[in-house]
Protein backbone atom coordinates (compact mmCIF):
# COMPACT_ATOMS: atom_id res chain seq x y z
CA UNK A 1 0.00 0.00 0.00
CA UNK A 2 1.11 3.24 -1.03
CA UNK A 3 0.69 6.72 0.45
CA UNK A 4 0.61 9.30 -2.47
CA UNK A 5 -0.16 12.64 -2.97
CA UNK A 6 -2.87 13.34 -6.31
CA UNK A 7 -3.56 16.63 -7.60
CA UNK A 8 -7.16 17.47 -7.95
CA UNK A 9 -7.50 18.99 -11.65
CA UNK A 10 -11.29 19.90 -11.99
CA UNK A 11 -15.02 18.32 -10.92
CA UNK A 12 -17.32 18.46 -13.70
CA UNK A 13 -21.08 17.97 -13.93
CA UNK A 14 -21.43 14.66 -15.57
CA UNK A 15 -25.44 13.75 -14.80
CA UNK A 16 -25.93 12.16 -12.94
CA UNK A 17 -22.26 12.31 -11.28
CA UNK A 18 -19.68 14.73 -11.09
CA UNK A 19 -16.52 13.83 -12.97
CA UNK A 20 -13.20 14.48 -10.41
CA UNK A 21 -9.96 14.01 -12.65
CA UNK A 22 -7.31 13.67 -10.42
CA UNK A 23 -3.49 13.24 -11.25
CA UNK A 24 -1.24 11.19 -9.32
CA UNK A 25 2.11 9.24 -10.25
CA UNK A 26 0.25 5.88 -9.39
CA UNK A 27 -3.23 5.72 -10.82
CA UNK A 28 -5.39 2.32 -9.47
CA UNK A 29 -6.48 -0.10 -12.08
CA UNK A 30 -10.38 -0.87 -13.09
CA UNK A 31 -11.91 -2.16 -10.20
CA UNK A 32 -9.15 -1.24 -7.62
CA UNK A 33 -9.92 1.92 -5.45
CA UNK A 34 -7.85 4.72 -3.50
CA UNK A 35 -8.50 6.57 -0.10
CA UNK A 36 -9.02 9.92 -0.62
CA UNK A 37 -8.80 12.51 2.75
CA UNK A 38 -10.88 14.98 1.67
CA UNK A 39 -11.40 16.40 5.39
CA UNK A 40 -14.12 14.79 7.18
CA UNK A 41 -13.66 11.60 10.04
CA UNK A 42 -13.10 9.19 7.20
CA UNK A 43 -11.32 9.11 3.88
CA UNK A 44 -13.61 8.49 1.08
CA UNK A 45 -13.25 5.84 -1.11
CA UNK A 46 -12.50 6.57 -5.04
CA UNK A 47 -12.71 4.21 -8.11
CA UNK A 48 -11.81 5.08 -11.18
CA UNK A 49 -13.80 5.47 -14.27
CA UNK A 50 -10.65 6.30 -16.52
CA UNK A 51 -7.14 5.47 -16.14
CA UNK A 52 -4.31 7.21 -17.91
CA UNK A 53 -0.58 7.04 -17.14
CA UNK A 54 -1.18 10.62 -15.70
CA UNK A 55 -3.92 9.79 -13.04
CA UNK A 56 -7.74 9.11 -13.44
CA UNK A 57 -11.26 10.03 -13.55
CA UNK A 58 -13.71 9.24 -11.18
CA UNK A 59 -17.32 9.53 -10.87
CA UNK A 60 -18.87 10.82 -6.98
CA UNK A 61 -22.01 11.62 -6.58
CA UNK A 62 -23.34 15.37 -6.19
CA UNK A 63 -22.18 17.14 -3.05
CA UNK A 64 -18.96 14.40 -3.20
CA UNK A 65 -16.66 16.63 -0.64
CA UNK A 66 -13.27 16.33 -2.98
CA UNK A 67 -15.71 18.50 -5.41
CA UNK A 68 -15.43 21.31 -3.27
CA UNK A 69 -11.43 21.23 -3.60
CA UNK A 70 -9.99 24.06 -6.19
CA UNK A 71 -8.25 23.17 -9.13
CA UNK A 72 -4.11 22.42 -8.30
CA UNK A 73 -5.53 21.15 -4.49
CA UNK A 74 -2.84 18.69 -3.29
CA UNK A 75 -5.19 15.16 -2.21
CA UNK A 76 -3.32 13.24 0.42
CA UNK A 77 -4.46 9.35 -0.96
CA UNK A 78 -4.02 5.71 0.19
CA UNK A 79 -3.44 3.44 -2.57
CA UNK A 80 -4.10 2.07 -5.23
CA UNK A 81 -5.81 -0.47 -3.13
CA UNK A 82 -7.38 -3.95 -3.53
CA UNK A 83 -7.62 -6.23 -6.23
CA UNK A 84 -9.42 -4.69 -9.46
CA UNK A 85 -10.74 -6.89 -12.09
CA UNK A 86 -8.11 -9.05 -13.72
CA UNK A 87 -8.73 -9.78 -17.36
CA UNK A 88 -6.28 -11.91 -19.33
CA UNK A 89 -5.91 -11.23 -23.89
CA UNK A 90 -10.12 -11.14 -23.82
CA UNK A 91 -11.42 -10.95 -26.59
CA UNK A 92 -15.28 -11.39 -25.65
CA UNK A 93 -16.37 -9.16 -23.02
CA UNK A 94 -19.75 -8.83 -20.99
CA UNK A 95 -20.39 -6.15 -18.44
CA UNK A 96 -23.43 -6.28 -16.39
CA UNK A 97 -23.99 -2.92 -14.15
CA UNK A 98 -26.91 -1.84 -11.90
CA UNK A 99 -26.84 1.99 -14.17
CA UNK A 100 -25.80 3.64 -10.57
CA UNK A 101 -22.89 1.59 -10.54
CA UNK A 102 -21.94 1.68 -14.14
CA UNK A 103 -18.95 4.19 -13.06
CA UNK A 104 -16.32 1.24 -11.82
CA UNK A 105 -16.74 -0.80 -15.07
CA UNK A 106 -15.95 2.22 -17.35
CA UNK A 107 -12.44 1.56 -17.43
CA UNK A 108 -13.43 -1.85 -18.99
CA UNK A 109 -15.30 -0.37 -22.22
CA UNK A 110 -12.14 -0.53 -24.65
CA UNK A 111 -10.39 -3.71 -23.04
CA UNK A 112 -11.78 -5.68 -25.59
CA UNK A 113 -12.46 -5.99 -29.64
CA UNK A 114 -16.41 -7.24 -28.88
CA UNK A 115 -17.89 -5.34 -25.22
CA UNK A 116 -21.22 -5.96 -24.65
CA UNK A 117 -23.03 -3.92 -21.73
CA UNK A 118 -26.12 -4.53 -20.07
CA UNK A 119 -27.30 -2.18 -17.79
CA UNK A 120 -30.65 -2.22 -15.61
CA UNK A 121 -31.63 0.91 -14.04
CA UNK A 122 -35.59 1.57 -12.67
CA UNK A 123 -36.57 3.64 -15.87
CA UNK A 124 -35.60 4.90 -19.07
CA UNK A 125 -34.31 8.49 -17.50
CA UNK A 126 -31.45 6.78 -15.71
CA UNK A 127 -29.71 5.03 -18.66
CA UNK A 128 -26.47 6.01 -19.56
CA UNK A 129 -26.48 8.19 -22.62
CA UNK A 130 -25.51 5.95 -25.46
CA UNK A 131 -23.33 9.07 -26.69
CA UNK A 132 -21.09 8.44 -23.39
CA UNK A 133 -19.92 4.89 -24.24
CA UNK A 134 -17.71 4.00 -26.76
CA UNK A 135 -19.11 3.59 -30.35
CA UNK A 136 -18.29 -0.37 -30.58
CA UNK A 137 -19.85 -1.50 -27.16
CA UNK A 138 -22.64 -2.78 -28.06
CA UNK A 139 -25.49 -1.50 -25.11
CA UNK A 140 -28.64 -3.27 -23.82
CA UNK A 141 -30.98 -1.88 -21.85
CA UNK A 142 -33.42 -3.44 -18.88
CA UNK A 143 -35.92 -1.63 -17.23
CA UNK A 144 -37.79 -2.45 -13.88
CA UNK A 145 -40.53 -0.44 -15.19
CA UNK A 146 -40.02 -1.62 -18.85
CA UNK A 147 -39.58 2.00 -20.08
CA UNK A 148 -37.22 1.31 -22.56
CA UNK A 149 -35.37 -1.68 -23.36
CA UNK A 150 -36.22 -5.22 -21.92
CA UNK A 151 -38.23 -5.57 -18.63
CA UNK A 152 -36.30 -6.14 -15.72
CA UNK A 153 -34.76 -7.06 -13.48
CA UNK A 154 -32.14 -9.23 -15.32
CA UNK A 155 -32.97 -12.32 -13.54
CA UNK A 156 -36.43 -12.41 -13.32
CA UNK A 157 -38.00 -16.06 -14.93
CA UNK A 158 -41.27 -14.59 -14.58
CA UNK A 159 -43.12 -14.36 -18.58
CA UNK A 160 -43.02 -11.02 -19.88
CA UNK A 161 -46.30 -9.04 -20.25
CA UNK A 162 -47.54 -8.44 -23.50
CA UNK A 163 -45.68 -6.22 -25.69
CA UNK A 164 -42.60 -6.70 -23.31
CA UNK A 165 -39.51 -8.75 -23.75
CA UNK A 166 -37.39 -10.70 -20.55
CA UNK A 167 -33.12 -10.32 -21.54
CA UNK A 168 -32.99 -14.40 -19.79
CA UNK A 169 -33.09 -16.08 -22.88
CA UNK A 170 -30.19 -13.70 -24.26
CA UNK A 171 -28.30 -13.45 -20.99
CA UNK A 172 -27.89 -17.15 -21.06
CA UNK A 173 -26.69 -16.97 -24.80
CA UNK A 174 -24.14 -14.07 -23.50
CA UNK A 175 -22.91 -15.76 -21.04
CA UNK A 176 -22.20 -18.54 -23.25
CA UNK A 177 -20.55 -16.56 -25.65
CA UNK A 178 -18.38 -14.32 -23.86
CA UNK A 179 -14.78 -14.92 -22.75
CA UNK A 180 -14.91 -12.84 -19.00
CA UNK A 181 -18.18 -11.73 -17.36
CA UNK A 182 -17.59 -8.83 -14.66
CA UNK A 183 -20.15 -7.30 -12.79
CA UNK A 184 -21.30 -4.05 -10.52
CA UNK A 185 -24.17 -4.51 -8.56
CA UNK A 186 -25.33 -4.71 -5.27
CA UNK A 187 -24.26 -7.55 -3.53
CA UNK A 188 -27.15 -8.87 -2.44
CA UNK A 189 -28.08 -9.55 -6.38
CA UNK A 190 -24.86 -11.65 -6.74
CA UNK A 191 -26.55 -14.94 -5.30
CA UNK A 192 -29.08 -14.99 -8.24
CA UNK A 193 -26.83 -13.65 -11.03
CA UNK A 194 -24.35 -16.76 -9.95
CA UNK A 195 -26.94 -18.97 -10.65
CA UNK A 196 -27.74 -17.49 -14.00
CA UNK A 197 -23.92 -17.94 -14.62
CA UNK A 198 -24.36 -21.76 -13.54
CA UNK A 199 -26.80 -22.57 -15.83
CA UNK A 200 -25.38 -20.79 -18.73
CA UNK A 201 -21.79 -22.50 -18.70
CA UNK A 202 -21.45 -25.98 -17.05
CA UNK A 203 -17.90 -25.15 -15.68
CA UNK A 204 -17.37 -21.82 -15.27
CA UNK A 205 -13.12 -21.03 -15.03
CA UNK A 206 -11.96 -19.44 -11.49
CA UNK A 207 -12.79 -15.34 -12.40
CA UNK A 208 -14.88 -16.13 -15.32
CA UNK A 209 -17.46 -13.82 -13.24
CA UNK A 210 -15.86 -11.04 -11.40
CA UNK A 211 -18.20 -8.72 -9.55
CA UNK A 212 -17.12 -5.99 -7.74
CA UNK A 213 -18.76 -5.82 -4.12
CA UNK A 214 -19.60 -2.15 -3.20
CA UNK A 215 -19.70 -1.63 0.82
CA UNK A 216 -18.26 1.01 3.07
CA UNK A 217 -14.35 0.54 3.58
CA UNK A 218 -13.23 3.01 6.21
CA UNK A 219 -9.44 1.43 6.75
CA UNK A 220 -8.53 -0.03 3.26
CA UNK A 221 -6.02 -2.32 4.80
CA UNK A 222 -7.91 -5.08 6.67
CA UNK A 223 -7.62 -3.27 10.31
CA UNK A 224 -11.73 -2.05 10.79
CA UNK A 225 -13.38 -5.04 10.07
CA UNK A 226 -16.64 -2.88 8.54
CA UNK A 227 -16.00 -4.32 5.29
CA UNK A 228 -16.01 -8.36 6.01
CA UNK A 229 -18.35 -10.35 3.53
CA UNK A 230 -19.44 -13.92 3.82
CA UNK A 231 -17.83 -15.91 1.05
CA UNK A 232 -17.83 -19.73 0.38
CA UNK A 233 -14.62 -19.65 2.23
CA UNK A 234 -15.29 -17.83 5.02
CA UNK A 235 -15.56 -14.20 6.02
CA UNK A 236 -14.01 -12.13 3.85
CA UNK A 237 -12.46 -8.37 3.72
CA UNK A 238 -13.89 -6.19 0.41
CA UNK A 239 -10.93 -3.79 1.38
CA UNK A 240 -8.57 -6.27 0.56
CA UNK A 241 -9.87 -9.63 -0.34
CA UNK A 242 -11.77 -7.50 -2.85
CA UNK A 243 -13.38 -5.31 -4.18
CA UNK A 244 -13.15 -7.76 -6.92
CA UNK A 245 -14.48 -11.10 -6.05
CA UNK A 246 -15.16 -14.36 -8.44
CA UNK A 247 -19.09 -13.93 -8.67
CA UNK A 248 -19.41 -17.63 -7.51
CA UNK A 249 -17.00 -17.61 -4.43
CA UNK A 250 -19.74 -14.55 -2.87
CA UNK A 251 -23.05 -15.66 -5.03
CA UNK A 252 -23.41 -18.74 -2.56
CA UNK A 253 -25.40 -17.29 0.00
CA UNK B 1 10.19 3.22 29.08
CA UNK B 2 6.85 3.13 30.47
CA UNK B 3 5.73 0.42 32.98
CA UNK B 4 1.94 -0.86 32.93
CA UNK B 5 1.96 -3.34 35.39
CA UNK B 6 3.99 -2.43 38.35
CA UNK B 7 3.51 -4.86 40.55
CA UNK B 8 2.95 -7.84 38.24
CA UNK B 9 5.92 -10.40 38.37
CA UNK B 10 6.73 -10.19 34.62
CA UNK B 11 5.65 -6.07 34.29
CA UNK B 12 4.16 -4.60 30.90
CA UNK B 13 7.16 -2.16 29.75
CA UNK B 14 6.20 0.36 26.47
CA UNK B 15 9.37 1.71 25.10
CA UNK B 16 6.12 5.00 24.42
CA UNK B 17 3.03 5.49 25.76
CA UNK B 18 0.83 4.93 22.61
CA UNK B 19 -0.49 2.62 20.62
CA UNK B 20 -3.70 1.94 18.77
CA UNK B 21 -6.89 1.15 20.41
CA UNK B 22 -8.38 -2.00 20.38
CA UNK B 23 -10.44 -2.46 16.42
CA UNK B 24 -8.47 0.09 14.81
CA UNK B 25 -5.30 -1.78 13.93
CA UNK B 26 -5.88 -5.60 12.92
CA UNK B 27 -3.37 -8.25 14.38
CA UNK B 28 -0.35 -7.54 13.30
CA UNK B 29 1.37 -5.39 10.17
CA UNK B 30 -1.48 -4.06 8.23
CA UNK B 31 -0.16 -0.44 8.16
CA UNK B 32 3.72 -1.67 7.97
CA UNK B 33 4.49 0.29 5.17
CA UNK B 34 2.96 3.91 6.35
CA UNK B 35 4.34 3.29 9.77
CA UNK B 36 7.78 1.94 10.38
CA UNK B 37 8.00 -0.48 13.45
CA UNK B 38 8.98 0.36 16.94
CA UNK B 39 7.16 3.61 16.25
CA UNK B 40 4.04 2.27 18.14
CA UNK B 41 4.67 1.26 22.33
CA UNK B 42 2.52 -1.42 21.94
CA UNK B 43 0.67 -3.44 19.66
CA UNK B 44 -3.02 -3.69 20.91
CA UNK B 45 -4.84 -6.23 18.59
CA UNK B 46 -8.66 -6.30 16.77
CA UNK B 47 -11.09 -8.01 18.85
CA UNK B 48 -10.69 -12.27 19.61
CA UNK B 49 -13.04 -14.34 20.94
CA UNK B 50 -12.45 -18.21 22.07
CA UNK B 51 -14.62 -18.85 19.27
CA UNK B 52 -15.15 -17.53 15.60
CA UNK B 53 -17.56 -14.47 15.46
CA UNK B 54 -19.13 -13.59 12.29
CA UNK B 55 -19.78 -9.86 11.41
CA UNK B 56 -22.83 -7.65 12.18
CA UNK B 57 -25.17 -7.68 9.68
CA UNK B 58 -26.52 -4.11 8.54
CA UNK B 59 -25.22 -0.72 8.59
CA UNK B 60 -21.82 -0.78 10.34
CA UNK B 61 -20.69 2.10 10.13
CA UNK B 62 -22.61 5.94 10.31
CA UNK B 63 -20.77 9.51 9.97
CA UNK B 64 -22.28 12.38 11.43
CA UNK B 65 -20.17 15.66 11.10
CA UNK B 66 -16.83 14.35 12.90
CA UNK B 67 -18.67 11.80 14.95
CA UNK B 68 -18.52 8.30 13.41
CA UNK B 69 -20.64 5.14 14.95
CA UNK B 70 -19.44 1.42 14.48
CA UNK B 71 -21.25 -1.93 15.33
CA UNK B 72 -19.53 -4.59 13.80
CA UNK B 73 -20.30 -7.37 15.86
CA UNK B 74 -16.45 -8.03 16.92
CA UNK B 75 -16.02 -10.67 13.77
CA UNK B 76 -12.70 -12.30 14.46
CA UNK B 77 -11.51 -15.78 13.49
CA UNK B 78 -11.54 -16.99 16.75
CA UNK B 79 -8.57 -17.23 19.01
CA UNK B 80 -6.61 -20.70 17.53
CA UNK B 81 -6.99 -19.20 14.00
CA UNK B 82 -5.77 -15.63 14.76
CA UNK B 83 -2.79 -17.80 16.60
CA UNK B 84 -2.28 -19.17 13.59
CA UNK B 85 -2.28 -16.63 11.36
CA UNK B 86 -0.14 -13.93 13.22
CA UNK B 87 1.64 -16.00 15.64
CA UNK B 88 4.69 -15.56 14.18
CA UNK B 89 3.96 -11.99 13.00
CA UNK B 90 3.71 -11.84 17.23
CA UNK B 91 7.06 -13.41 18.30
CA UNK B 92 8.89 -11.23 16.06
CA UNK B 93 7.14 -7.78 17.25
CA UNK B 94 9.67 -5.11 18.23
CA UNK B 95 6.92 -4.01 20.54
CA UNK B 96 4.83 -6.12 23.48
CA UNK B 97 1.85 -7.32 21.58
CA UNK B 98 -1.44 -6.71 23.93
CA UNK B 99 -4.45 -8.85 22.52
CA UNK B 100 -7.87 -7.52 23.52
CA UNK B 101 -9.76 -10.64 24.19
CA UNK B 102 -13.34 -10.23 24.41
CA UNK B 103 -14.93 -11.36 27.81
CA UNK B 104 -17.99 -13.82 27.25
CA UNK B 105 -18.36 -16.77 29.83
CA UNK B 106 -15.65 -16.94 32.39
CA UNK B 107 -14.57 -20.77 31.11
CA UNK B 108 -14.52 -19.01 27.65
CA UNK B 109 -12.41 -16.20 28.58
CA UNK B 110 -10.09 -18.51 30.91
CA UNK B 111 -9.37 -20.77 27.65
CA UNK B 112 -8.69 -17.72 25.28
CA UNK B 113 -6.63 -16.12 27.67
CA UNK B 114 -4.58 -19.10 28.26
CA UNK B 115 -4.22 -19.56 24.83
CA UNK B 116 -3.23 -16.03 23.83
CA UNK B 117 -0.67 -15.96 26.34
CA UNK B 118 1.07 -19.01 25.25
CA UNK B 119 2.24 -16.92 21.96
CA UNK B 120 5.75 -15.52 22.05
CA UNK B 121 5.85 -11.43 22.29
CA UNK B 122 2.32 -11.45 23.82
CA UNK B 123 3.33 -9.16 27.08
CA UNK B 124 -0.30 -8.58 28.34
CA UNK B 125 -3.95 -8.83 27.69
CA UNK B 126 -6.63 -6.06 27.50
CA UNK B 127 -9.88 -7.34 28.85
CA UNK B 128 -13.07 -5.62 26.92
CA UNK B 129 -16.23 -6.08 28.76
CA UNK B 130 -20.39 -6.07 27.65
CA UNK B 131 -21.40 -2.65 28.23
CA UNK B 132 -24.42 -3.87 30.67
CA UNK B 133 -21.53 -6.39 32.74
CA UNK B 134 -22.26 -6.86 36.39
CA UNK B 135 -19.86 -6.14 39.00
CA UNK B 136 -19.79 -9.63 39.90
CA UNK B 137 -19.68 -10.69 36.03
CA UNK B 138 -17.19 -8.38 35.71
CA UNK B 139 -14.43 -9.64 38.05
CA UNK B 140 -15.14 -12.91 37.42
CA UNK B 141 -14.16 -12.57 34.17
CA UNK B 142 -11.27 -10.46 35.20
CA UNK B 143 -9.75 -13.55 37.16
CA UNK B 144 -10.47 -15.99 34.51
CA UNK B 145 -8.56 -13.87 32.00
CA UNK B 146 -5.64 -13.86 34.98
CA UNK B 147 -5.78 -17.96 34.11
CA UNK B 148 -3.28 -16.32 31.33
CA UNK B 149 -0.84 -15.52 34.07
CA UNK B 150 0.27 -12.12 32.15
CA UNK B 151 -0.14 -8.74 32.89
CA UNK B 152 -4.25 -7.70 32.85
CA UNK B 153 -5.79 -4.33 31.42
CA UNK B 154 -8.93 -4.30 31.44
CA UNK B 155 -11.01 -1.60 29.14
CA UNK B 156 -14.03 -0.23 31.37
CA UNK B 157 -16.95 0.79 29.48
CA UNK B 158 -17.55 4.21 29.40
CA UNK B 159 -21.05 4.40 31.32
CA UNK B 160 -19.76 2.52 34.22
CA UNK B 161 -16.35 3.74 34.65
CA UNK B 162 -17.86 4.64 38.55
CA UNK B 163 -19.01 1.22 39.22
CA UNK B 164 -16.82 -1.00 37.81
CA UNK B 165 -13.16 0.87 38.38
CA UNK B 166 -12.57 0.29 41.79
CA UNK B 167 -14.00 -3.45 42.02
CA UNK B 168 -11.51 -3.94 39.03
CA UNK B 169 -9.19 -2.90 40.73
CA UNK B 170 -9.25 -4.29 44.23
CA UNK B 171 -9.89 -7.75 42.22
CA UNK B 172 -6.40 -7.57 40.57
CA UNK B 173 -6.38 -5.54 37.39
CA UNK B 174 -2.80 -4.42 36.65
CA UNK B 175 -3.80 -1.21 34.76
CA UNK B 176 -7.25 -0.10 33.14
CA UNK B 177 -7.91 1.32 29.91
CA UNK B 178 -10.52 4.11 30.28
CA UNK B 179 -12.83 3.86 28.58
CA UNK B 180 -14.37 1.92 25.96
CA UNK B 181 -15.69 3.61 23.34
CA UNK B 182 -19.32 5.37 24.65
CA UNK B 183 -22.65 3.42 23.45
CA UNK B 184 -24.45 5.58 21.16
CA UNK B 185 -27.81 5.89 19.01
CA UNK B 186 -28.09 7.85 15.53
CA UNK B 187 -30.99 7.87 12.60
CA UNK B 188 -29.57 6.22 9.69
CA UNK B 189 -29.56 8.90 6.93
CA UNK B 190 -32.68 8.51 4.73
CA UNK B 191 -34.91 7.37 7.37
CA UNK B 192 -38.14 9.35 7.47
CA UNK B 193 -38.32 11.21 10.87
CA UNK B 194 -41.04 9.64 12.05
CA UNK B 195 -39.90 6.32 11.69
CA UNK B 196 -36.91 7.15 13.36
CA UNK B 197 -38.31 8.36 16.04
CA UNK B 198 -40.42 5.43 16.33
CA UNK B 199 -37.20 3.43 16.83
CA UNK B 200 -37.41 1.00 13.44
CA UNK B 201 -34.58 2.83 11.18
CA UNK B 202 -31.70 3.73 14.16
CA UNK B 203 -28.25 1.97 14.12
CA UNK B 204 -26.75 1.14 17.89
CA UNK B 205 -22.99 1.27 18.53
CA UNK B 206 -19.57 2.35 19.15
CA UNK B 207 -19.18 6.08 19.38
CA UNK B 208 -16.02 7.83 17.93
CA UNK B 209 -14.88 11.65 16.63
CA UNK B 210 -13.76 14.05 18.89
CA UNK B 211 -16.56 15.01 20.84
CA UNK B 212 -15.12 11.76 23.00
CA UNK B 213 -11.98 13.72 24.01
CA UNK B 214 -14.33 16.30 26.78
CA UNK B 215 -15.68 13.33 28.30
CA UNK B 216 -12.35 11.18 28.13
CA UNK B 217 -10.77 14.01 29.55
CA UNK B 218 -13.57 14.72 32.35
CA UNK B 219 -13.00 10.98 33.27
CA UNK B 220 -9.47 11.33 33.62
CA UNK B 221 -9.85 13.96 35.84
CA UNK B 222 -12.22 12.15 38.08
CA UNK B 223 -10.20 8.88 38.25
CA UNK B 224 -6.62 9.68 37.34
CA UNK B 225 -5.43 12.89 37.96
CA UNK B 226 -2.94 13.95 40.69
CA UNK B 227 -4.41 14.01 43.60
CA UNK B 228 -7.43 12.24 42.61
CA UNK B 229 -6.35 9.12 41.24
CA UNK B 230 -8.67 6.63 43.30
CA UNK B 231 -7.17 3.63 41.45
CA UNK B 232 -3.50 3.00 41.90
CA UNK B 233 -2.99 1.53 38.99
CA UNK B 234 -1.84 3.06 35.37
CA UNK B 235 -4.69 4.35 33.28
CA UNK B 236 -4.57 4.15 29.30
CA UNK B 237 -6.56 6.93 27.69
CA UNK B 238 -8.68 6.19 25.30
CA UNK B 239 -11.43 7.94 23.21
CA UNK B 240 -10.86 10.30 20.68
CA UNK B 241 -7.48 11.50 20.78
CA UNK B 242 -6.75 13.45 17.67
CA UNK B 243 -2.79 15.08 18.03
CA UNK B 244 0.28 15.08 20.69
CA UNK B 245 -1.52 18.21 22.02
CA UNK B 246 -4.42 15.45 23.04
CA UNK B 247 -1.84 12.79 23.82
CA UNK B 248 -0.14 15.41 26.32
CA UNK B 249 -3.18 16.82 28.05
CA UNK B 250 -4.13 13.09 28.88
CA UNK B 251 -0.87 12.65 30.39
CA UNK B 252 -1.08 15.58 32.19
CA UNK B 253 -4.25 14.64 34.09
CA UNK B 254 -2.73 11.46 35.23
CA UNK B 255 -2.66 8.92 32.20
CA UNK B 256 0.21 6.60 31.80
CA UNK B 257 -0.45 6.25 28.25
CA UNK B 258 -2.94 6.49 25.70
CA UNK B 259 -4.44 4.87 22.54
CA UNK B 260 -5.49 6.33 19.13
CA UNK B 261 -8.62 4.91 17.89
CA UNK B 262 -10.75 5.63 14.78
CA UNK B 263 -7.94 8.49 14.05
CA UNK B 264 -5.64 6.23 12.47
CA UNK B 265 -7.71 5.05 9.74
CA UNK B 266 -7.87 8.34 8.22
CA UNK B 267 -4.22 9.97 9.64
CA UNK B 268 -1.71 6.35 10.52
CA UNK B 269 1.12 8.88 10.78
CA UNK B 270 -0.85 10.38 13.79
CA UNK B 271 0.86 7.42 15.94
CA UNK B 272 4.08 8.57 14.62
CA UNK B 273 3.70 12.44 15.28
CA UNK B 274 2.09 11.36 19.15
CA UNK B 275 5.28 9.17 19.38
CA UNK B 276 7.59 12.04 18.49
CA UNK B 277 6.16 14.67 20.94
CA UNK B 278 6.40 12.17 23.63
CA UNK B 279 10.14 11.25 22.88
CA UNK B 280 11.03 15.43 22.63
CA UNK B 281 9.59 15.90 26.45
S1 LIG C 1 -12.12 -1.32 5.16
FE1 LIG C 1 -11.33 -1.74 7.11
S2 LIG C 1 -11.14 -3.88 7.12
FE2 LIG C 1 -11.83 -3.42 5.13
Not at chain 1, 81 to 100: C, K, S, T, W, Y
Not at chain 1, 192 to 217: C, D, I, N, S, Y
Not at chain 2, 126 to 145: I, M, Q, R, T, Y
Not at chain 2, 208 to 236: D, T, W
Request: hydrophobic share 45%; proline share 10%.
Amino acid sequence: MKQQTATFRFALPSPPHWAVRLDVAQPPRAGQYVLAECGGPLREALFPADVDADGFTALTPRGHPITRLLPGASVDLLGPLGNGFRLDRVQRLLLIAEADKLSVLRPLLNAAPAVTLVVEGPTRARMPAPDSLPPAVELLLVTLDGSVGYLGPLESQEPAPAGQERIGPLLAELIAWTEWLCLACRRERYPALAGLVRQARLQPTAHFAQALVHTEMPCGVGACDVCRIPTRHGEKHVCTDGPVFDLLEIGNE
Amino acid sequence: MIELAPTHKYGLSLPTPVMPAAGVFGYGDVYRDLLEEGVLGALVTNPISLRPRNVAQGQRILTRGEQVLLHTGLPNAGAKAILRQYGKYWERSPVPVIPHLVATTPAETSKAAVLLSAARGVGGIELGLAENVSEDKAVELLHAAQDSGLPLIVQVPFSRVDALAPRLVEAGADALTLTAPPRAVLPLPDAPEDKAESGTRLMRGRLYGPAVFPLLLNVLARFAAPGANQLHVPIIACGGVASPADALTCISLGAAAVQVDVLVWRTPGVLREIAAAFKAL
